[in-house]
């Protein structure tokens, strides 16, 4: 059964950090990208990155602040985030393709294949 799990969301004031983490089991996947979404709004894409994780793609909003990186060994994704603001606050999710694809879709959520439960990121100013 193939699962993605989510953790190390939570409360932080602005300007600090956070490191979610996405645990892949059941199968390897070859892009696995991160979304968020905050109340109100639609689900929007955060950063992507390639199977070996040479490439990675960031949303502008995030570009400087969030590092997306993986280790395949543990079948897991990270997102640094740093310099954290309100405007950060939402709903993280995981997301995971089982092959690889176009690299100018890895921003469109409808092309993942798997998705976690999501994980609160909440900011406080």
């Known amino acids: 059964q193939v699962q993605l799990v989510e953790s190390g969301g939570g409360l932080v004031q602005a300007g600090g950090s956070l490191r979610l983490a996405c645990a892949a089991s059941?199968?390897?996947?070859?892009?696995m990208g991160w979304f968020r979404q905050a109340p109100g709004k639609e689900r929007e894409f955060v950063a992507a990155?390639?199977?070996?994780?040479?490439?990675?793609s960031y949303a502008d909003s995030v570009k400087g602040r969030f590092t997306i990186s993986r280790d395949n060994a543990k079948n897991t994704v990270y997102l640094q985030m740093s310099t954290l603001t309100p405007e950060d606050t939402a709903v993280y999710y995981c997301?995971?393709?089982?092959?690889?694809?176009?690299?100018?879709?890895?921003?469109?959520?409808?092309?993942?294949?798997?998705w976690g439960q999501g994980i609160q990121v909440t900011v406080s100013s």
């Open positions: 997301a995971a393709k089982q092959r690889n694809g176009l690299r100018s879709r890895w921003d469109e959520s409808p092309w993942y294949d798997y």
């Open positions: 990155i390639g199977s070996s994780g040479g490439s990675t």
């Open positions: 059941g199968r390897t996947f070859s892009t």
